[in-house]
């Protein structure tokens, strides 16, 4: 902390993002918001290039070309675990989850003169196969595909993952649903926290009534994914952080690097009380309770493997940290832990321009996602219908799985139009190839076809066949 201090301050007069300012007598930390980049002409006519290329689809055609090409839904297993399969079971696991992921229900791709489609086979998978457990295995299949093209590669290596919010307004009467006036009106909500690679693929996810309070789920999120990437470098927006999580993500093995949007209000903390450490002297004026971290360290350790061996939830260990209201011992030793970790985030996010804009690149990922999954979410207004936990998050599910299935898509078509237009003498900068995104929708016909043909009995002036009892 000292060495990264005096590093910090030594190169302070040629760092034009900092600089202190009188506020109310006081002097005060002021960090320059990033300019925004330009893009290079030569980005601007790859992209165009590229989506010049890139195929029109419609969303089903979509997602069932991915299920051949990775097998996805061989996945969904039957809750009783037979072994054995339906006909075209694949086709209406499509159509399910489409129907979830788009939030219209199944009502639409229902079709009496296909098997596969018929409104009493959609309800039957639903009701079997779609669960947690078989939504996690398909998502890690999607997950492994899109690390394994070159593009994705390109793009990063899955060492690095960001969390963000998406909320839903859940107009139904739920106890699994929370009040928030800015984001829900007068009516309750939930948010999808979901956990994102620089990959731009969605490795998990957990939903959360109202909005997030508790920055563990973040922590539950990291911990409890399940595919093949092991991000250690963990990204989050400002309101996910705290002293405690710092320390968590430390002993865990993680960097924990959240935005910091006021940074001249927060603390730094210091070890060593004597140093002088140049106009930082004041803002790091806080010190460091070391004999209380050497005195929990054993137990702070116990907490750790725990937790990565799952013997503890992340989301519970509110109850080990904290009594009534009253934090245990543990707790603040991991507070003051924590305090360590936060201090030389905070020193080099002000030193480190770089590591700036890889924060806010990464987190507008997230965004972009985001984005997406309100394209796809389009039925019932975007909001969300489901009563209950299980419903919600086995929905949300489906969305990000759908969501998973379009960058894989994006991505594989991407690949190939840069292949093509590298044979073809094109220009391809690795730069340019770099700051590509799969998130674009602008090919994929998200809202089906409308049919205008007419029964020729009907054009005759006849009328439609009234239902009945047996076939309703």
């Known amino acids: 902390m000292d060495q990264t201090y005096r590093a910090v301050i030594a190169r302070l007069p040629n760092n034009p993002a900092v600089r202190f300012e009188k506020i109310n007598r006081k002097s005060e930390l002021i960090l320059t918001p990033l300019d925004e980049l330009e893009e290079p002409k030569s980005l601007t006519a790859l992209k165009k290039a590229i989506n010049a290329l890139i195929p029109r689809v419609d969303l089903p055609e979509l997602i069932l070309e991915i299920s051949v090409r990775t097998s996805f839904t061989d996945s969904f297993t039957h809750i009783s675990e037979r072994a054995t399969r339906s006909s075209d079971l694949w086709i209406s696991i499509c159509a399910a989850l489409m129907a979830e992921a788009c939030n219209t229900g199944i009502e639409a791709f229902v079709r009496e003169d296909i098997p596969a489609l018929k409104k009493d086979r959609l309800f039957w998978v639903l009701q ?10 398909a998502n890690a299949t999607l997950v492994s595909a899109q690390s394994g093209i070159p593009l994705a590669q390109a793009w990063g290596g899955g060492d690095i993952a960001s969390a963000d919010g998406m909320r839903f307004v859940v107009p139904v009467r739920t106890v699994h649903g ?33 909005t997030l309070k508790d920055s563990l789920s973040l922590l539950a999120v990291v911990l409890e994914q399940e595919t093949e990437l092991q991000p250690t470098q963990i990204m989050t927006d400002t309101g996910a952080y705290t002293d405690v999580v710092f ?10 690097s959240p935005r910091i949007a006021d940074i001249g209000g927060t603390r730094f903390w210091r070890i060593d009380p004597s140093a002088d450490y140049g106009p930082l002297s004041r803002k790091g004026r806080h010190k460091i309770n070391l004999p209380l ?39 603040r030793a991991l507070a003051e832990f924590g305090r360590i970790e936060k201090t030389l985030h905070l020193l080099t996010y002000i030193d480190d321009e770089t590591k700036r804009r890889a924060t806010l690149f990464q987190l507008n990922l997230g965004e972009g996602r985001h984005n997406l999954a309100r394209e796809i979410f389009h039925g019932k207004r ?91």
């Open 382 to 472: 975007g909001e969300l219908y489901q009563k209950y936990r299980e419903g919600q998050e086995d929905q949300l599910g489906a969305l990000g799985l759908v969501l998973n299935v379009i960058v894989l898509w994006n991505t594989m078509y991407m690949n190939a139009a840069l292949e093509q237009l590298r044979e073809d003498g094109f220009p391809v900068f690795n730069e340019d190839v770099a700051r590509l995104s799969p998130l674009g929708f602008e090919h994929i016909h998200m809202l089906g076809h409308y049919s205008f043909a007419v029964p020729e009995t009907v054009i005759k002036g006849e009328l439609r066949k009234l239902r009945t009892t047996s076939n309703p």
């Open 178 to 210: 929370g009040y928030n006036p800015k984001y829900f009106g007068s009516r309750r909500g939930v948010t999808w926290y979901n956990l994102v690679s620089n990959q731009f693929s969605g490795l998990n996810a957990v939903t959360v009534p109202g």
């Open 247 to 256: 320390g968590l993500f430390r002993l865990l093995g993680y960097r924990f």
């Open 128 to 137: 079997n196969y779609f669960r947690n457990e078989t939504l996690v295995p």
């Open 293 to 331: 971290i050497a005195d929990q360290w054993d137990d702070m350790l116990r907490l750790a493997g725990s937790l990565k061996l799952g013997r503890v939830p992340a989301t519970g260990i509110m109850r080990t940290l904290q009594v009534g209201e009253k934090a245990t011992s543990l707790s």
